[in-house]
């Protein structure tokens, strides 16, 4: 009689340890969810769309501060253009009007460049955030993230587990679902902090694009392409890596334990953080900005 009463209260125990064990792993699988897919809402914004009144300031403070002074390097580049194409035809001597007309059609492209630089800036993000959105879809329409039948798995794997068992898997649930927490803000801060480097990057615009038309000051303008073509597509980079950390979390059911399963979790989440950190540089390296 004790016996079956002391059974049973061991029994009972131990399913309120293996609801809080699998409830712990659903709150990780919704928070995997919920970060996958801010992060996919964030990264496929354009620098207008993810917080307008941000993106009017760095626009007024470029053109009202540093367009002037894009406008002097302009003038600077020109003028120095134009005394080198008479100095190298023997002052003039033979010079060839064409030469001229030449010089006049490449300010009249640098002056339509400083005049509408934003759009140019902002086509390449709309180019690059209609990737994202396409890659965003595909990631999202595809996570399965605590479903039934996933959790349905991992109940199986806690049915054979003892008391002392359960006890472990329990405090490391807690503390592993901790650090994922951790993990999560720091992934959030990279995601956010790309978009902060774009303010920062496109509030210079005016001074690297005034070199764009100049073969000797050009480098700086092309580069300058070159890293906001890499920084907006570092987006698309971010979201292979997040797509690639749902295949895995989705893939630590199959592992022999729970115990496994929820280092791999561990692993995985630090992994996708420091790929993550890594995207700008393989993006940079990628469209040679340096």
């Known amino acids: 009689m004790l016996s079956n009463i002391w059974d049973s209260i061991v029994e009972g125990f131990l399913d309120i340890l293996r609801q809080a064990i699998m409830s712990g792993f659903a709150y990780m699988f919704d928070n995997t969810n919920e970060i996958i897919g801010d992060s996919a809402i964030t990264l496929s914004q354009t620098p207008l769309s993810f917080n307008p ?18 406008g002097m390097v302009l ?3 020109l003028t120095y253009e134009l005394i080198q194409m008479i100095t190298e035809k023997n002052n003039m001597a ?5 030469n001229l007309y030449k010089w006049v059609f490449k300010t009249w492209i640098a002056v339509f460049i400083m005049a509408n630089m934003f759009d140019i800036i902002m086509a ?14 595909m990631v999202i329409g595809n996570l399965d993230l605590g479903s039934p039948a996933m959790m349905a798995q991992l109940e199986i794997l806690l049915e054979d587990a003892g008391l002392g068992e359960l006890l472990g898997l329990f405090f490391q649930s807690f503390l592993v679902g901790f650090i994922m927490n951790i993990i999560s803000v720091i992934i959030f801060i990279v995601v956010v902090g790309r978009m902060m480097e774009i303010y920062i990057t496109i509030s210079l615009a005016p001074i690297p694009l005034a070199t764009l038309v100049n073969r000797e000051w050009s480098s700086m303008g092309n580069n300058y392409l070159k890293a906001l073509f890499a920084v907006a597509f570092q987006g ?10 749902a295949v895995l ?9 729970v115990n496994g399963a929820l280092f791999q979790m561990l692993g995985y989440t630090a992994l996708v953080c420091f790929m993550l950190l890594k995207t700008g540089g393989i993006s940079k390296s990628i469209f040679n900005a340096h």
Do not use: K, Q
């Not at 300031?57 to 894009?70: A, D, W």
């Not at 709309?126 to 965003?136: E, H, T, W």
């Not at 630590?252 to 334990?257: G, K």
């Open 53 to 70: 009144a941000v993106f009017d300031m760095i626009r007024n403070l470029s053109e009202i501060i540093l367009l002037p002074i894009g």
């Open 75 to 77: 003038t600077y580049v």
């Open 94 to 98: 033979d010079f060839d009007t064409f």
């Open 124 to 137: 390449i993000f709309d180019l690059a955030s209609s990737a994202i959105n396409a890659a965003a879809g």
């Open 236 to 245: 698309f980079l971010m979201m292979v890596c997040l797509a690639i950390y």
């Open 249 to 257: 979390i989705a893939s630590v059911v199959t592992a022999n334990s």
